[in-house]
């Protein structure tokens, strides 16, 4: 059973960091591309950050380059996402998911698991 697990939301301040955590079971995390994505109140899902199955390669929202970073251990099955400098638009609650494919990408349809999710709220 494939699991993907997102951990290290919560409440922060305008100016203020979180690190997101992903952790993967049930598939062979190494091999396939990781992405978060997130869904801000009352609007659509929208992607944040990708890497692919090395970590050799990512890409981010213009929204968001600069500040956050997307990293990956695989010997711990697991995706990062450093986010730093936090803005109240970027309260959302934020998926990470997994697809099997060598480039990056950036398409919610291209990712076929997805983890339940973990909520973000930044304060101005």
């Known amino acids: 059973q494939v699991q993907l697990v997102e951990s290290g939301g919560g409440l922060v301040q305008a100016g203020g960091s979180l690190r997101l955590s992903c952790a993967a079971s049930?598939?062979?995390?190494?091999?396939?591309?990781m992405g978060w994505f997130r869904q801000p109140p009352g609007k659509e899902r929208e992607f944040v950050a990708a890497?692919?199955?090395?970590?050799?390669?990512?890409r981010y929202a213009d929204s968001v380059k600069g500040r956050f970073a997307i990293s990956r251990d695989n010997a711990k099955n697991t995706v990062y996402l450093q986010m730093n400098s936090l803005k109240p638009e970027d309260t959302a609650v934020y998926y990470c998911?997994?697809?099997?494919?060598?480039?990056?990408?950036?398409?919610?349809?291209?990712?076929?698991?997805w983890g339940q999710g973990t909520q973000v709220t930044v304060s101005s």
């Open positions: 998911a997994r697809s099997q494919g060598a480039a990056v990408t950036t398409t919610p349809s291209s990712y076929n698991y």
């Open positions: 049930g598939l062979p995390f190494s091999t396939g591309r």
């Open positions: 890497i692919n199955w090395s970590g050799s390669s990512t």
